[in-house]
């Protein structure tokens, strides 16, 4: 429905739902605003029962500017279920560090278990509300979401239990663990599944206070685990040549240089590398813009296709030079 300045509909911000997903950096909400300045809010705000759960930085600054602005509803039936959505339909969308990335998918894997009643398997193409079998893997269909093997989804999880326990005890310390600020290891975290609360409080400490030791956690024996879960989109038909200059998955090559992003900034693809957990080829590559921030990012996603703001199949990033 259209609204005006004049006019707006009551939205209720839900504190839990914004701190969901991780907030724009200075460069990329400032590149926001102006696009939203010239061109004004293309992409409607969506509420659940009046609470906003798509468009938090969009609202932010139509608030600032008193510009009009358009809303959907979608109906979910428990928060829950929101949650997972805002998950699936933002992580595309945003640049995440690899923990970030680690993190909502185990958090997506938990709640989809959560809603189906702590069940692994999942009912698959049935009217919402009706009892019915069973069927298929949450794991495995989020692996093939993610592009990454279901163990990794499963293993996720566990990772995300843990840094909402840290998150608990210090919001700098998930915050800082989430970002990367803290160098903290996926195996480090997953040893901490069997520690105690003391144990919990007592890492979140150190890491807020920057008194934490990461150390060197990784092994040769994760290496081969990751190697023996199989199903990746690594194994399936991705290599590095000799030089390491292309790395190639099936028919399409990826090559150092500039990319474009669908959403219209510029990157540069600097190298390329090996999940050391999972095996999975990444594309390393830096921002041409803000900060020259380096990302890492999965083959398999960095060659995805994804709809614009018009509806239209496009390439996640195209090379141009």
């Not at 009643?117 to 009892?131: D, I, L, S, V």
């Not at 990826?254 to 540069?268: A, M, Q, S």
């Not at 921002?287 to 990302?295: F, M, N, P, Q």
Request: hydrophobic share 30%.
């Amino acid at each position: 429905m259209s609204r005006n300045k004049d006019n707006n509909p009551e939205i209720i911000i839900d504190e839990e739902f914004m701190r969901l997903l991780p907030p724009l950096d200075k460069h990329e909400f400032c590149s926001l605003e102006d696009d939203i300045l010239i061109y004004g809010c293309m992409n409607p705000l969506v509420l659940w029962n009046g609470i906003l759960i798509d468009g938090h930085n969009r609202y932010n600054i139509i608030q600032k500017h008193d510009l009009p602005f358009n809303t959907v509803s979608l109906e979910f039936d428990s928060r829950d279920e929101v949650m997972a959505w805002m998950i699936k339909h933002q992580i595309d969308r945003r640049n995440l560090t690899p923990m970030q990335l680690t993190y909502f998918r185990g958090l997506h894997y938990n709640l989809e278990k959560k809603i189906h009643g702590g069940a692994e398997r999942f009912p698959q193409n049935h009217p919402r509300g009706q009892n019915v079998p069973l069927e298929g893997s949450t794991a495995n269909r989020l692996s093939e979401q993610y592009r990454v093997t279901p163990r990794t989804i499963k293993r996720d999880g566990q990772i995300a239990d843990v840094i909402i326990a840290i998150g608990k005890e210090s919001i700098d310390a998930k915050t800082d663990i989430l970002s990367g600020k803290t160098p903290i290891s996926r195996k480090q975290l997953r040893e901490m599944i069997s520690g105690s609360k003391d144990d919990i409080a007592k890492t979140a400490s150190e890491i807020a206070t920057g008194t934490f030791e990461s150390g060197n956690k990784s092994s040769e024996s994760d290496s081969q685990k990751g190697q023996e879960s199989g199903n990746s989109s690594s194994d399936k038909g991705s290599s590095n040549n000799e030089n390491n200059n292309i790395l190639t998955s099936g028919e399409h090559p990826i090559k150092p240089g500039k990319y474009l992003h669908f959403k219209g900034n510029h990157y540069d693809v600097v190298g390329f590398a090996k999940n050391s957990e999972t095996l999975d080829d990444m594309v390393i590559y830096r921002a041409l813009y803000g900060e020259s921030k380096i990302w890492v990012r999965p083959l398999s996603m960095w060659q995805d296709t994804v709809k614009d703001e018009n509806g239209k199949k496009v390439k996640r990033f195209k090379y141009i030079g």
